[in-house]
Nanobody, 125 residues
């Protein structure tokens, strides 16, 4: 069983930055595909960024390309989402997810077995 705990959300003005962190339990973190998803009120959950364990899949949603960066520190069992130039439309609950699988579809929620509880990001305009 893998437990994921997100942190780093909060309230920020448009144009500002936040860094989300997701700490994972377990000894095999380096083998997981990791992803970030978000869900805004009244909308479906959508992929934001993902990175497979072996690098064959690296995904960014078009709306965040050039502004968000996913990275991981295997020594700390942690994946990060650096969010710059935040926009009002980025307001959502952000979820970290982990998958034991690897493949080109790392942006698909159904690929993931483990989910964090979510962290709220609110961008004021």
């Amino acid at each position: 069983q893998v437990q994921l705990v997100e942190s780093g959300g909060g309230l920020v003005q448009a144009g500002g930055s936040l860094r989300l962190s997701c700490a994972a339990s377990g000894r095999t973190f380096s083998t997981y595909t990791m992803g970030w998803f978000r869900q805004a009120p009244g909308k479906d959950r959508e992929p934001v960024a993902a990175s497979s364990r072996s690098g064959e899949c690296r995904y960014y949603a078009d709306s965040v390309k050039g502004r968000f960066t996913i990275s991981r520190d295997n020594a700390k069992n942690t994946v990060y989402l650096q969010m710059n130039s935040l926009e009002f439309e980025d307001t959502a609950v952000y979820y970290c997810a982990a998958s034991i699988f690897s493949g080109s579809n790392c942006y698909e929620p159904r690929m993931y077995q483990y989910w964090g509880q979510g962290t709220q990001v609110t961008v004021s305009s």
